[in-house]
Structure formats: structure tokens, C-alpha cells
């Protein structure tokens, strides 16, 4: 016991580790639950809730649904193809699952662009709610039941199922313990970069061999590596990453040389088309 009469440590002392994180509970709401069955019991995601990290549960949404037949869509006012998810289901369910600490996602291709910072965000969080949309859509009154519009792409998908399987995949594989944490924090995007190029076993391959600074066993010159070709790969491939980037000053030293190479590449390239068409 302190002076003052409380127990327990005191200010100066450490306050020991924190307690473990409570597992981060999903909620999928959708019309075709049987395509969560096989891509959310294996591999990491299988594992994560094996391992008590994460709790998922796959709702059918048409429990909710509106009469005999749990009707759960309608046609669209105005005319047009295709049917529209109708208001009260999603009500219905979202006022039973939903909880003060609730994020409530909606795949939806307007919907903000879903990346790694994004994907980090919510496996911070403690309870999410992802509503799938079928067919032509949603009410647009659904959408202020909503919280979070996120889309996996600029293309047309049958709908939700795929992009919360993407979503919830990219969530559990950043909790804590769910893999070695040395893997995601080097991982393409996590720093803003594609991923540098892997080798492995054999040391040559068909004439290709293993680059020597990787089998040089020079730890700071892996390192070196690495970034260097992080860099030239997000240069090659993604350069609007590169745009805006605060770049360190050995990243700028490091980007400087790979500019200088790519140029130099190019120009042999082009050489060498010229002599071959002569």
C-alpha cells in the first residue's frame, strides 16, 4: 500500500504490459452466405479466428426480409433494369447488430478507395458491420445508415461479397499475432512503396541468377537493396506513389541513381531496336 492508502503501483513505477486486445468482432451482412465458407475458414483468416484474434459471423440478410416470402429488394422507382435492396431489411438488421462501437462499412464503387492506411485503420477497431449489395444497388436511403463507403476497384462486381472477403482478409492479416509482424511492416504499400523483388532457392534459374548483394550475407547492403529496388519497381510501375512523397534523404540519393539507370537502360534499348531494324 502507497502513503496516500491506494494499492497498486505507483506513478514512477512501470505499469507493466498492457492487457491482451480484445479480438476485433465482424458482422457480414448478405444475401448468399455460403460464399464466405470456404475463403473465411482458411488459410490466415481461418487461423486469426482459430486463434481467438477475431470473431466473424456471416448473416443472412433476407432474415430480416419483408413478409412471407422475406422479400428483401425491389424495382426502381422511375424505371430501369435490375432490382434495388430495399430500406428495411438493412434497418431491421444494422438496429439489431449494430452497437455504440460500431463501424458499418458498404461496398459501393463510389465509395472511397480502399488501401493498406484504410485496411490498418479498421483493424484497430472493435466491431464492424459490412452490409453487401445486390443486384442494382441500395436504396439511396441506406446510405445514411451507413458509416464508411469503401470500393476495391474501378470495375462492376456482382456484388458485396467479393470486396468484404477482400476487406476482412486485409484487416485480420494486420492484427497483432495474426502473422510475423516483420512480413506486413515490409509489404508493398505499408511504406508507400511496392514491395521489393523476392528470391529464393535455386541460386540460378535458367541462366537468372540471384542477385550476389542478397547472398553477401551484408545486412546494410540488403537493406540498401531493397529500398533501391522498391523504388525502381514503384518508379516502373506506380509512379503517382511517388508523387508528393516525402522522400528521406538517402531515398532522393537512392531514387536519383535509379533514374539515372532506367535512362540509361532506355537508351541502350532504343540503340539496339535501331541497329537491329538496319
Known amino acids: 500500500m502507497s502513503d496516500d492508502g491506494q494499492t497498486g503501483p505507483s ?10 486486445r480484445a ?9 448468399f452466405p ?33 413478409g412471407r416470402h422475406k422479400t ?46 484504410r485496411a490498418l485503420d479498421l483493424s484497430k477497431r472493435s466491431h464492424l458491420v459490412i452490409l453487401c449489395p445486390r443486384y442494382e444497388g441500395v436504396d439511396e436511403r441506406i446510405r445514411a445508415m451507413i458509416d464508411l463507403e469503401l470500393s476495391i476497384g474501378d470495375y462492376v462486381l456482382s456484388g458485396g461479397e467479393i470486396p468484404a472477403m477482400v476487406m476482412v482478409d486485409t484487416i485480420l492479416r494486420l492484427l497483432p499475432g495474426a502473422i510475423d509482424a516483420e512480413s506486413t511492416a515490409e509489404e508493398s504499400f505499408t511504406a508507400g512503396l511496392l514491395e521489393y523483388p523476392q528470391y529464393t532457392r535455386p541460386p540460378e534459374f535458367e541462366g537468372v541468377a540471384v542477385p550476389a548483394t542478397l547472398t553477401s550475407g551484408h545486412h546494410e547492403e540488403v537493406r540498401k ?37 532506367e535512362n540509361v537502360r532506355a537508351t541502350d534499348e532504343t540503340t539496339r531496336s535501331s541497329e537491329t531494324a538496319d
Open 72 to 117: 428483401v429488394d425491389d424495382y426502381t422507382y422511375g424505371g430501369g433494369a435490375g432490382m434495388v435492396l430495399r430500406p428495411e431489411p438493412a434497418a431491421a438488421a444494422l438496429a439489431v447488430l449494430r452497437r455504440p462501437d460500431s463501424t458499418v462499412i458498404l461496398p459501393d464503387p463510389g465509395g472511397e478507395v480502399f488501401g493498406q492506411a
Open 225 to 261: 537493396w531493397r529500398l533501391k529496388e522498391a523504388l525502381r519497381r514503384t518508379w516502373r510501375r506506380r509512379p503517382e506513389l511517388l508523387e508528393g512523397r516525402q522522400l528521406s534523404r538517402e531515398e532522393s540519393k537512392l531514387l536519383a541513381e535509379v533514374s539515372h539507370e
Open 11 to 20: 506513478a514512477d513505477e512501470p505499469s507493466g504490459p498492457e492487457p491482451p
Open 34 to 66: 455460403g460464399m464466405f465458407a470456404g475463403p473465411l475458414a482458411e488459410s490466415i483468416p481461418g487461423r486469426v479466428q482459430s486463434r481467438g484474434l477475431a470473431t466473424v459471423r456471416v448473416h443472412d440478410l433476407r432474415q430480416w426480409g419483408l
Open 23 to 31: 479480438p476485433i468482432e465482424i458482422e457480414i451482412l448478405t444475401l
